[in-house]
T-cell receptor
């Protein structure tokens, strides 16, 4: 099946620094990628929808200046958490949609810990 | 919030027993999907049922969909310890303007003991 790779899988950073998380579709072209956030023992909450070559669409309540999303190619989207704070500590998961509607593939997630 | 709800929140059963999880959602949908997540890992797609389908099977999984009640159930038969995980339903709502934009339910944590 299709593979979506996230990197890094774990990152620890100091408060105030910025962290970039990459999401790559390895064997298919992803026209749309989604970024989710998941707190412990909770569900996934959609943060934003990223379309290749255009600006991301953010969900209500998600600060676009805080969570910068870039989808520069059909195989790569990046999420940058700027000026991270401890409350940004979470599990971030991306998913990528191929050309077939409803077919969605998830990355393994990236656990961010902000000290 | 448009997030769906699942019940039970947690379920503990013994190996060999069946596990049933329920999902309710709020909007009209194109399809409903079930995913599995092992602790600290990504999601694994289990099964997709379209809005015009009422029941679907895949191995030990059986999914039902009742669009009039806006609900779905996932049945895992003859459970195994390896089925221990969190299970989420996710809906692909009509008219979101974006294919595959999923809204996830609150999840059921399944524990299967030997």
């Amino acid at each position: 099946g299709a593979v979506v790779s996230q990197h890094p899988s774990r990152v620890i950073c100091k408060s105030g620094t910025s962290v970039k998380i990459e999401c790559r579709s390895l064997d298919f072209q992803a026209t749309t990628m989604f970024w989710y956030r998941q707190f412990p023992k909770q569900s996934l909450m959609l943060m934003a929808t990223s379309n290749e070559g255009s600006k991301a669409t953010y969900e209500q309540g998600v600060e676009k200046d805080k969570f910068l999303i870039n989808h520069a190619s059909l195989t790569l989207s990046t999420l940058t958490v700027t000026s991270a704070h401890p409350e940004d500590s979470s599990f971030y998961i991306c998913s990528a949609s191929g050309l077939r509607t409803g077919e969605l593939f998830f990355g393994e997630g990236s656990r961010l810990t902000v000290l | 919030s448009q997030q769906g709800e699942e019940d039970p929140q947690a379920l503990s059963i013994q190996e060999g027993e069946n596990a049933t999880m329920n999902c309710s959602y709020k909007t009209s949908i194109n399809n409903l999907q079930w995913y599995r997540q092992n602790s600290g890992r990504g999601l694994v797609h289990l099964i997709l049922i379209r809005s015009n389908e009422r029941e679907k099977h895949s191995g030990r999984l059986r999914v039902t969909l009742d669009t009039s009640k806006k609900s779905s159930s996932l049945l895992i038969t003859a459970s195994r310890a390896a089925d221990t995980a969190s299970y989420f339903c996710a809906t692909d709502a009509v008219n979101t303007g974006t294919a595959s934009k999923l809204t996830f339910g609150t999840g059921t944590r399944l524990q299967v003991t030997l």
